[in-house]
């Protein structure tokens, strides 16, 4: 069984793009991404603090601009509307979750598509089904670069997700049945009104949990060899000094024993994310400029 280190992908990810970042330096450009935290969840905050961490380390822009929960609709679509016209900032990212008073919807779409590194506007998601995307949604992107920089080819194999949400289940499916390299797979998508989910997760070589279910995939519901990649981030309640710890989707434990590949929690997609988030926000700055 073979651990797939994401941590030291996302490094790789990162090195990758750095002669890319210097090339833009050489131009006058840095790459710049705009933050918009609203209210005080402690998660989102800590997400949002590491995405500026990365760009500091990538000698890129960053700014975070933090709003009261109480922000009304129309104040949020105004900020981010000043952002399309902010000629430092090339990428645009809305914390997610906003309050229940705000339309998601709605503020997506007011994000310019060139600057929509989250790739959730409806444009950046039409590119993606067509095979042409340029911004790719960067937790499915990281879950292909993480197959990709394990050497594993999805090619003719049976890839089963379990989640169909717009931003991890439906779009990593459609990556990966794309006719493009590190994809071409034959893939299924479960979800919770799916029957008999153990017979079709069985089916799986690859098996991709994104359900938000601590350790609900067991050693019985995969088939030997299979390759797992565990999106889920859950917290559950521990004797630590924090009072909690950080489980996938997966139980690792038993699974790990009859896995080939294998991702952890923590240290498995969720490094990958950022790194998926720099590249697309040197991308988009390669694109506003011309130069991609
Ligand atoms: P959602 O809650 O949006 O989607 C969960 C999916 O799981 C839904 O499609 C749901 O089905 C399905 N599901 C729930 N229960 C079952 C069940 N009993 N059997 C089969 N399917 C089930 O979650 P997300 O996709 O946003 O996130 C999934 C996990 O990944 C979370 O733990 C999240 O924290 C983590 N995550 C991690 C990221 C990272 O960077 N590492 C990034 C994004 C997410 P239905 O549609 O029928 O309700």
């Given at each position: 069984?073979?651990?797939?280190?994401?941590?030291?992908?996302?490094?790789?990810?990162?090195?990758?793009?750095?002669?890319?970042?210097?090339?833009?330096?050489e131009?006058?450009?840095?790459?710049?991404?705009?933050?918009?935290?609203?209210?005080?969840?402690?998660?989102?905050?800590?997400?949002?603090?590491?995405?500026?961490k990365?760009?500091?380390?990538?000698?890129?822009?960053?700014?975070?601009?933090?709003?009261?929960?109480?922000?009304?609709?129309?104040?949020?679509?105004?900020?981010?509307?000043?952002?399309?016209?902010?000629?430092?900032?090339?990428?645009?990212?809305?914390?997610?979750?906003?309050?229940?008073?705000?339309?998601?919807?709605?503020?997506?779409?007011t994000?310019?598509?060139e600057?929509?590194?989250?790739?959730?506007?409806?444009?950046?998601?039409?590119m993606?089904?067509?095979?042409?995307?340029?911004?790719?949604?960067?937790?499915?992107?990281?879950?292909?670069?993480?197959?990709?920089?394990?050497?594993?080819d999805?090619?003719?194999?049976?890839?089963?997700?379990?989640?169909?949400?717009?931003?991890?289940?439906?779009?990593?499916?459609?990556?990966?049945?794309?006719?493009?390299?590190?994809?071409?797979?034959?893939v299924?998508?479960?979800?919770?009104?799916?029957?008999?989910?153990?017979?079709?997760?069985?089916?799986?070589?690859?098996?991709?949990?994104?359900?938000?279910?601590?350790?609900?995939?067991?050693?019985?519901?995969?088939?030997?060899?299979?390759?797992?990649?565990?999106?889920?981030?859950?917290?559950?309640?521990?004797?630590?000094?924090?009072?909690?710890?950080?489980?996938?989707?997966?139980?690792?434990?038993?699974?790990?024993?009859?896995?080939?590949?294998?991702?952890?929690?923590p240290?498995?997609?969720?490094?990958?994310?950022?790194?998926?988030?720099?590249?697309?926000?040197?991308?988009?700055?390669?694109?506003?400029?011309?130069?991609?």
């Amino acid at each position: 069984m073979q651990i797939i280190d994401g941590k030291d992908i996302a490094k790789q990810v990162r090195k990758d793009l750095k002669p890319r970042i210097k090339a833009l330096a050489e131009k006058g450009i840095v790459p710049g991404l705009a933050t918009v935290l609203v209210g005080d969840d402690p998660a989102s905050a800590t997400y949002v603090g590491s995405k500026a961490k990365a760009c500091q380390r990538l000698k890129m822009y960053s700014e975070v601009i933090r709003k009261d929960a109480s922000i009304s609709q129309a104040e949020l679509v105004d900020i981010v509307e000043s952002l399309n016209q902010n000629d430092k900032i090339h990428g645009i990212l809305v914390q997610s979750p906003v309050p229940s008073h705000i339309d998601e919807l709605t503020v997506t779409l007011t994000i310019d598509p060139e600057k929509d590194v989250d790739g959730f506007h409806p444009y950046n998601v039409g590119m993606m089904l067509l095979g042409r995307g340029a911004l790719l949604p960067c937790t499915p992107h990281g879950i292909i670069k993480l197959l990709e920089y394990s050497n594993i080819d999805p090619t003719g194999k049976e890839v089963v997700v379990v989640g169909r949400s717009n931003i991890v289940g439906k779009p990593v499916a459609s990556l990966l049945v794309q006719k493009a390299k590190v994809a071409n797979a034959t893939v299924t998508i479960a979800h919770s009104r799916s029957q008999n989910l153990t017979e079709v997760t069985k089916r799986a070589d690859i098996l991709i949990a994104a359900i938000g279910k601590p350790e609900f995939v067991t050693a019985d519901m995969v088939k030997d060899d299979v390759i797992v990649i565990d999106v889920g981030v859950n917290r559950v309640d521990d004797d630590s000094e924090k009072g909690y710890k950080l489980v996938g989707d997966v139980a690792f434990e038993t699974v790990s024993k009859k896995a080939s590949f294998i991702t952890p929690v923590p240290g498995g997609v969720g490094p990958m994310t950022i790194a998926m988030l720099m590249v697309n926000t040197v991308t988009a700055a390669e694109k506003i400029h011309g130069l991609a």
